[in-house]
């Protein structure tokens, strides 16, 4: 039991020392000083992993490759650790963290405390999706409640990188034992829950922490006090304790990473830009759920430029949601490979003709109908248009 909670502690620096160091490297090159870099790091680190396991997922292929290709995210992931090591330490030398700190310890001291009812929550199937994948020939080829193998289970759950990711740090930490060198072997239960809750613990609480500095709240007192009560409230209620490791939790961070980031672009720190598809593309590889509400977060986004007439509003929203695109043109072609073929190509020739004069002229004229009849599109006629095919989806 020590050695396996000593290895997935290691493993768990490993991933805060290397989502710090890929944050700094991105923060240095938009030239934003955004206090603790793990949040936007670890976002980057699961975006750039699902955009790599795309390809092995739709072809349900080998976990050998995932974990190749894993590995070889792992060495590019250190080498800019190691290139940033000196701003990595002094990242962390920040009096917020020792708020982020006392969270983390609470959370371990509840998480142990409680008890997980698989019977009642959707702990099976998501355990079931990281643990049977390991070592497996054909990725997702089983019912992730039954863990019955043969077929696929529901489409909308195979494009979750995070969980393969998972499965790839259940293989990783349990070489020591296939190899020889330890008797132990670290239980894959052990390693979805707790490596992946405290991960989600920490990034949090720093996340918070940023919030709450960029705020700068005159008052120490009042801004400390708000900190601990929004640490505690935002941290510590069931799901965010007992199901830490949930993809869906993971969700509700970076949705709210997500609004907040838009905030502070909308509010003109137009550096925060390159963060937006970079959040988007984390939580689609966490929760398929959020394809609903970055989808929804962008539908307000886009009635919020055209109404107020922002310039450049449909290029920026092309922009944001290239992530989504990807993961919708993969989702549906799975099921109606016609119809996410042409949503793909015809993503590709604007996406590769973004500055071509006939896509421009083109762009300008949609863009032209919605500056002059945003409060129509989106006060009636987009609320209509929703209704009327739920009810026809129903």
């Given at each position: 039991?020590?050695?396996?909670?000593?290895?997935?502690?290691?493993?768990?620096?490993?991933?805060?020392?290397?989502?710090?160091?890929?944050?700094?490297?991105?923060?240095?090159?938009?030239?934003?000083?955004?206090?603790?870099a793990?949040?936007?790091?670890?976002?980057?680190?699961?975006?750039?992993?699902?955009?790599?396991?795309?390809?092995?997922?739709?072809?349900?292929?080998?976990?050998?490759?995932?974990?190749?290709?894993?590995?070889?995210?792992?060495?590019?992931?250190?080498?800019?650790?190691?290139?940033?090591?000196?701003?990595?330490?002094?990242?962390?030398?920040?009096?917020?963290?020792?708020?982020?700190?006392?969270?983390?310890?609470?959370?371990?001291?509840?998480?142990y405390?409680?008890?997980?009812?698989?019977d009642?929550?959707?702990?099976?199937?998501?355990?079931?999706?990281?643990?049977?994948?390991?070592?497996?020939?054909?990725?997702?080829?089983?019912?992730?409640?039954?863990?019955?193998?043969?077929?696929?289970?529901?489409?909308?759950?195979?494009?979750?990188?995070?969980?393969?990711?998972?499965?790839?740090?259940?293989?990783?930490?349990?070489?020591?034992?296939?190899?020889?060198?330890?008797?132990?072997?670290?239980?894959?239960?052990?390693?979805?829950?707790?490596?992946?809750?405290?991960?989600?613990?920490?990034?949090?609480?720093?996340?918070?922490?940023?919030?709450?500095?960029?705020?700068?709240?005159e008052?120490?007192?009042?801004?400390?006090?708000?900190?601990?009560?929004?640490?505690?409230?935002?941290?510590?209620?069931?799901?965010?304790?007992?199901?830490?490791?949930?993809?869906?939790?993971y969700?509700?961070?970076?949705?709210?990473?997500?609004?907040?980031?838009?905030?502070?672009?909308?509010?003109?720190?137009r550096?925060?830009?390159?963060?937006?598809?970079?959040?988007?593309?984390?939580?689609?590889?966490?929760?398929?759920?959020?394809?609903?509400?970055?989808?929804?977060?962008?539908?307000?986004?886009?009635?919020?430029?055209?109404?107020?007439?922002?310039?450049?509003a449909?290029?920026?929203?092309?922009f944001?949601?290239?992530?989504?695109?990807?993961?919708?043109?993969?989702?549906?072609?799975?099921?109606?490979?016609?119809?996410?073929?042409?949503?793909?190509?015809?993503?590709?020739?604007?996406?590769?003709t973004?500055?071509?004069?006939?896509?421009?002229?083109?762009?300008?004229?949609?863009?032209?109908?919605?500056?002059?009849h945003?409060?129509?599109?989106?006060?009636?006629?987009?609320p209509?248009?929703?209704?009327?095919?739920?009810?026809?989806?129903?």
């Open positions: 039991m020590l050695i396996a909670n000593t290895m997935i502690l290691m493993m768990l620096v490993l991933f805060i020392l290397g989502s710090t160091g890929v944050g700094i490297e991105i923060n240095k090159r938009l030239n934003i000083n955004d206090g603790f793990m949040p936007i790091g670890l976002a980057t680190i699961l975006f750039t992993a699902q955009l790599c396991y795309y390809p092995i997922q739709y072809l349900n292929m080998s976990f050998k490759l995932l974990a190749i290709i894993s590995i070889v995210i792992l060495l590019l992931v250190a080498i800019i650790t190691l290139k940033n090591i000196k701003d990595v330490v002094l990242n962390f030398k920040n009096h917020y963290l020792i708020f982020a700190g006392l969270s983390f310890l609470g959370y371990l001291f509840v998480f405390h409680c008890f997980i009812d698989l009642y929550s959707d702990s099976v199937m998501y355990l079931n999706y990281a643990a049977q994948n390991v070592n497996i020939d054909k990725l997702n080829m089983f019912n992730l409640y039954t863990g019955k193998y043969g077929a696929e289970w529901d489409g909308l759950y195979l494009y979750q990188g995070y969980y393969h990711l998972m499965s790839f740090c259940c293989w990783l930490l349990n070489m020591p034992k296939q190899l020889g060198v330890i008797s132990t072997s670290v239980d894959y239960i052990q390693i979805s829950t707790w490596l992946f809750g405290m991960l989600y613990s920490i990034t949090s609480s720093l996340f918070i922490c940023n919030f709450f500095k960029e705020m700068k709240i008052n120490k007192v009042v801004n400390y006090t708000l900190l601990v009560f929004t640490l505690l409230f935002s941290n510590f209620y069931y799901w965010r304790v007992v199901f830490a490791y949930y993809g869906n939790t969700r509700t961070l970076f949705t709210t990473m997500l609004v907040y980031y838009l905030y502070q672009w909308i509010k003109g720190n550096n925060y830009y390159y963060y937006i598809p970079i959040i988007i593309g984390a939580s689609l590889a966490c929760s398929s759920t959020s394809l609903i509400t970055v989808f929804a977060t962008m539908v307000c986004l886009m009635a919020y430029l055209f109404i107020a007439k922002k310039e450049n449909f290029h920026d929203l092309a944001f949601v290239f992530p989504l695109v990807i993961y919708a043109c993969v989702m549906i072609s799975k099921q109606r490979f016609i119809i996410g073929l042409a949503i793909g190509i015809c993503a590709i020739i604007y996406y590769v973004v500055n071509n004069k006939y896509n421009k002229m083109i762009v300008n004229g949609i863009s032209k109908v919605l500056y002059d945003g409060k129509l599109v989106f006060y009636i006629i987009v209509i248009a929703v209704m009327l095919i739920s009810f026809i989806i129903n």
